[in-house]
């Protein structure tokens, strides 16, 4: 079994900085693809930055310049870092991994339960 657990989410004033994590667990053999959405309420979930087992990243035009996505390939984990965020940064922050598992031939996306995060004065 694979599972996804992120960290870190929980309340900041606007302009200021929130750092999340995520750590992937279980009989895993290899992950490529890590991504962050979020997913503001009453709206469809959002992609907000992918980063690759080598490390190159790509962001959302809404987050691009204020957000930092990394990772620990040894720890199967992955990080986003938040600055000078806006009351619309406001939603459920989920991670998502593309894994091989263990004695799998074939990759498979999973996904974490979701952390929040509120942007608010």
């Known amino acids: 079994q694979v599972q996804l657990v992120e960290s870190g989410g929980g309340s900041v004033r606007p302009g200021g900085s929130l750092g999340l994590s995520c750590e992937a667990s279980?009989?895993?053999?290899?992950?490529?693809?890590m991504n962050w959405f979020r997913q503001r309420s009453g709206e469809p979930r959002q992609w907000v930055a992918k980063i690759t087992r080598p490390g190159e990243t790509t962001y959302a035009d809404s987050v691009r310049g204020r957000f930092t996505i990394s990772r620990d390939n040894d720890r199967n984990s992955v990080h986003l870092i938040m600055g000078r965020v806006t009351p619309e940064d406001t939603a459920t922050y989920f991670c998502n991994a593309r894994i091989l598992k263990l004695n799998s031939d074939y990759y498979a996306d999973y996904w974490g339960p979701g952390t929040p995060v509120t942007v608010s004065s």
């Open positions: 279980g009989n895993i053999f290899n992950i490529r693809d």
